[in-house]
C-alpha cells in the first residue's frame, strides 16, 4: 500500500457525504471550500465505525477541538462507512458525547486509494492522519496499522508547528517544539553545533 500522494504534494480535492454532528445534519463537504475559507484541514481516517480502538481516537481529537478549531483548523474524520453508521455510532456510543467536528464518509474508498490507505481485502481504511494547509498541499502524513491509536496532542503540536514556519520562512522547529520555544535557522555555521544554538 506506498502512499500515491506524497507529503509536499498537493492533497487529492474531494466531495464527500458528511454527518455534521453540530447540527445533526448530512451534508457534502468540499475540500475547495474549507481551502477557500483559509482553513487549514486535518484529516483523520479511521477504520470503521462501531469498533474498539476507533472511539477512543475520535474522542481524543473531540477533546482538542476548540484548540484546533482557534488555529483555523477543521478536523475531519472519515472512513468508508456510511453516514447513516456515523449518526447512529455517535447516537451509541458513550465516549463520542463530545464529538462535534464532521464525519465524512468515503463509503467507495476512491480518496483512501489515492492516499495508498485502503485495504482492498476488507474495504477498510488504515488509521491515517493528514495535515493540509490552505494552500491544498500535504504537509504531514502518519499511518498506523488498525491496532494502534494516535495521539491527537502530537497532530495538535504539529500544526503549531507548521503554522509557525509557514509564518517564519526559513525557520525549523527541532524534535518536540512547542509555541515559545527556541526555533531553528538552518544554516551551515551551525552546523555540528546545533546545541549551541538552541542555547543562543
Known amino acids: 500500500m506506498s502512499p500515491m500522494v506524497r507529503v509536499g504534494d498537493r492533497f487529492p480535492g474531494f466531495e464527500l457525504p458528511t454527518y455534521f454532528p453540530a447540527t445533526g445534519r448530512d451534508g457534502v463537504l468540499k475540500l475547495q471550500d474549507l481551502l477557500d475559507a483559509g482553513k487549514w484541514v486535518v484529516m483523520v481516517y479511521y477504520p470503521a465505525d462501531f469498533t474498539f480502538v476507533c472511539p477512543t481516537e475520535l474522542a481524543d481529537y473531540g477533546r482538542l477541538y476548540e484548540r484546533f478549531r482557534e488555529l483555523g483548523a477543521e478536523v475531519v ?29 468515503d463509503h467507495t474508498g476512491e480518496l483512501a486509494r489515492q492516499l495508498g490507505i485502503y485495504n ?13 494547509d490552505p494552500d491544498g498541499h500535504l504537509r504531514a502524513m502518519e499511518v498506523t496499522w488498525y491496532d494502534v491509536g494516535r495521539n491527537a496532542e502530537e497532530t495538535l503540536r504539529q500544526l503549531e508547528a507548521f503554522q509557525y514556519v509557514r509564518a517564519h520562512p526559513g525557520a525549523a522547529c527541532p ?3 512547542k509555541p515559545g ?7 551551515i555555521s551551525i552546523a555540528g553545533r546545533v546545541a549551541e544554538a538552541l542555547e543562543s
Open 181 to 187: 520555544a527556541k526555533a531553528l535557522t538552518p544554516d
Open 120 to 132: 482492498e481485502e476488507d474495504g477498510t481504511a488504515l488509521r491515517g492522519t493528514f495535515v493540509i
Open 175 to 177: 524534535a518536540g517544539w
Open 77 to 105: 474524520g472519515v472512513s468508508t462507512d456510511t453516514v447513516f453508521t456515523h449518526k447512529a455510532w455517535l447516537e451509541t456510543e458513550k465516549l463520542l458525547a463530545g464529538v462535534r467536528y464532521p464525519l465524512a464518509a
